[in-house]
């Protein structure tokens, strides 16, 4: 089944048929739409959910763990600065091993203030405990918002997830999506299992106790461990789902590439619209796009990359006072498990949302033929 | 609502925090919590914000509680405790509660910081959108778990650690947040204001903060005796004469209407609720004269405008 619908109303959509029980959110640009459409369906019946309008996006993420807590499904919705505000109650999340779902819609964080997108707000993220999702259009946010609760509570996951797409390329940018039926949604997220809930009167537990240094490692430990489980559960649920996400990355016509691309998000689809015209043209070019980037597919993007002789990282933030960006140093990282050593380069683009078209990364594969580089160069940057 | 505490009853009540826990000899929250606790047979969850409470009662791997409880962090206590409410609400309308859940309260725990400043705007936040619980401020009118910083509910002159007496500086040179007009302009159907000495009138009050259906908040005054700098014993006096002087006068708001539970006969001057407190010692030499002067003028504007606002109501 087909429907017309944007990143943000796909990710409604698929809100809509997990019927989740608390939906607690707080309206920011660009992901305001979500609690918008989300509470339309609150206000007709169609959902049974309990929608908390809450004061701001600390609140959110807090009533969000108190519903969890509680043995419910919890959903929110943010986007910049309000993934900021909620930095604290995240990483709390996911030290209390709540299995909630975030809808992210990636956006620069002020100052100067710009209402549009780039990954500096879930980047930040990075390390708060959260499996972090990357969609590149508005039917992987559906998809991936579909696949979040069955990887998030998960036994041996118990991860609460972000599924990041980007600040109106995607958030905004209608497509034909396929759409599963309620019934199908229903029966692949199955019933909540209520294990621990602080509604359990008959077996009360404490959450949240206070832990002294002989305790704390150990729990830290305990959640590192739950994204070692979540590599092979994220890939069990999405080959469960769909062909296509029985990998944690995608990629495209990297068999044969002496020149790569790696990005993340919708940026994917400049790439591979270049990639396919300089193929044409007899260049041996592909692009990986990471789409889980953490647990981050280290693996995956070795078996992948593995005859490259240059690698063109993307990354959509700008490094500040580090040797380059976020997703340029985990690749690095990635390589230096190996003895293959092609030549990395980090790619700054789209920032605050500067324009990156086909024409773009057409510069990009340009410049690597052609070895005017640096290493961390700046991309469509006026001077 | 015509509940009157029978002691008997309410000690055989479940006991729902257990004895063994970290809180100092002579510390209110102990205490306070017992009371309240006693006066319900509903299945509580308890919503603990980071302070002394949380911290003396949860060290892992044991715990005080006997009843679901959850700390997440300082200041989203009351957003919590709305995550909860709305997850109950959910699970009516989904027909997944079963048995005594059913009627379940909720009721948070927070001191002063988490109450006044930092835990502010999810407290109203939470009273706003008409969170079903009991929200208790245990107000030792100060940070007393990082070693007494001031808050917003430090006394007029009381020496602090971020306020301390000095050769130009008496103390705390600012007035206290009224926090209870704060809540009540929340019209909220039920607040009120006790100490644990006034134990009667306290588990009344919170028998009715708990039996109310929506949100319903309590302020109550929890003796220090470590940073208050005053002996384990005389806690429960310094609450008395915290009545006595109208420092802190008993009342309730009760759907908008405002009653003064107690008044003196003969208020005590503001000096028999300082003297046991060494916090204040410098109020009672030459350079903390005149802030004496003025905390006692600020006690008693306050209780001139809380016998209006009872009459009015």
Redesign the interface.
Known sequence: MQKILNGNEAIAFAMKQINPDVVAAYPITPSTTIPEKFSEFVANGEVETEFVPVESEHSAMSACIGAAAAGGRAMTATASQGLALMHEVLVNASGLRLPIVLANANRALSAPLSIHGDHSDSLLERDSGWIQFFASSPQEAYDLTIQAFPIAEHEKVRLPVMVCFDGFETSHLSTNIEILSDTAVKKFIGKKKMDDSLFDFENPKTFGGYTTPDYFFEVKRGQAEGFESAKKVILEVGKKFGKKYSQPIEQFETADAEIILAVIGSAFGAAKETAKNLRRLGKKIGVIKIRTFRPFPSEAILQTVGKAKKIGILDRMVPLGSDGGVLFNEINSALSSTNYKPQTTNWIYGIGQRQFNPIHAEEIFGQLFSGKFEKINFVNLRG | MNFMPNLKTASLNPKLIAGGHRLCPGCGLGVIVKQILSVTTD?V?V?NATGCL??CT????Q?S?????????F??T??????????????E??NK?A???KK?KIIAFAGDGGTYDIGL??L???I??GTDFTFVCLDNEGYMNTGYQRSSASPLGAATSTSPAGKILAGKQTARKDILAIVAAHHLPYAAQATPANHLDLMRKAKKAIDTKGPSFLNVFSPCPTNWKSASSVGMEICKRAVETNFWPLVEIENGKWKINYQPKNRLPIAEFLKEQKRFKHLFKKEGSESQKRLQIEVDERWQNLLQLAEIS
């Open positions: 299945p969850i919503v949380e911290i949860s060290a892992f791997p715990t509680w006997r009843t679901p409880w959850i700390h997440s962090l200041e989203n009351a957003a919590v405790a709305s995550g909860i409410d709305a997850a109950r609400k959910a699970f309308r989904k509660l048995g005594k859940a379940m705007q999810a109203s936040g939470a706003e959108r």
